[in-house]
């Protein structure tokens, strides 16, 4: 079993729904961070967190630690939406880089 | 500002034959990560430079692969005697702060890739 698993593994939507991408972990972590792959392949790091709660944009990330589970929500998703999501965690003891990545979350956001 | 930038942005390669990649990171980040991704599946961590500190090299593969930085600026990673499993995106990041400890982390900004096929 994966230490990081993602939920879906893919995932289709129209415009403007709202969205949910999950992320479980099974090692105790310091951090965890939410990405972007776009489709031509570059990434964006788009939350890193602890604990709580984040927003930028349209984009949430929530954390609840107790229950080593994250989800990455976009409100009215728009077709530029559309890319790979990638969870990852940076376990206890770890270094700062060392990080386990997630399998990802293939969005497709129609118009 | 220049983002991180990644050379070559791709390369070929006979199997046996060492290659040398290249990460150049943003100006004044103290810290640089190197990871790869092969077709179809997720990142796996390789290397990460702190500043001045011994990298933690615990990612790296085989005793074929190696890295170094020069101070806090450019980063080569070598592969010798490249195998066709070494096929790969490999990404480059880099970010702001010197980590104490274990403490939390600086945003990640990531370079382009160098797309490795070894034949």
């Known amino acids: 079993k994966n230490e990081v698993e993602q939920s879906p593994q893919n995932l289709t939507a129209q415009e403007g729904e709202f969205i949910t991408i999950n992320c479980s972990y099974s090692v105790g972590i310091s951090a965890l961070h939410w990405l972007q792959q776009h489709p031509g392949g570059g990434i964006v790091s788009l939350f890193m967190?602890?604990?709580g709660k984040k927003k930028h944009g349209r984009l949430i990330a929530t954390i609840n630690i107790q229950e080593k589970h994250s989800s990455l929500h976009i409100t009215a998703s728009h077709p530029r939406d559309s890319a790979v999501y990638i969870c990852?965690?940076?376990?206890?003891?770890?270094?700062?880089?060392?990080?386990?990545f997630g399998k990802g979350t293939k969005l497709s956001v129609k118009p | 500002g220049a983002g991180v930038s990644q050379s070559p942005s791709n390369k070929v390669t006979e199997k046996g034959k060492d290659v040398e990649l290249r990460c150049d990171p943003i100006s004044g980040h103290t810290a640089l990560y190197w990871y790869r991704q092969r077709l179809g599946q997720g990142l796996e961590f390789l290397i990460y430079f702190q500043g001045n500190s011994a990298p933690d090299k615990s990612g790296l593969p085989s005793d074929r692969f190696s890295a170094e930085r020069t101070g806090e600026s450019v980063s080569t990673l070598t592969i010798q005697r490249t195998q066709q499993e070494d096929s790969a995106v490999y990404l480059c990041?880099?970010?702001?702060?010197?980590?104490?400890?274990?403490?939390?982390?600086?945003?990640?900004?990531f370079g382009p890739g160098t797309r490795l096929t070894v034949l």
């Open positions: 967190l602890s604990s």
């Open positions: 990852a965690v940076r376990a206890y003891k770890r270094s700062q880089g060392n990080l386990i």
């Open positions: 990041a880099s970010s702001s702060r010197l980590a104490g400890g274990y403490s939390g982390t600086d945003t990640q900004y």
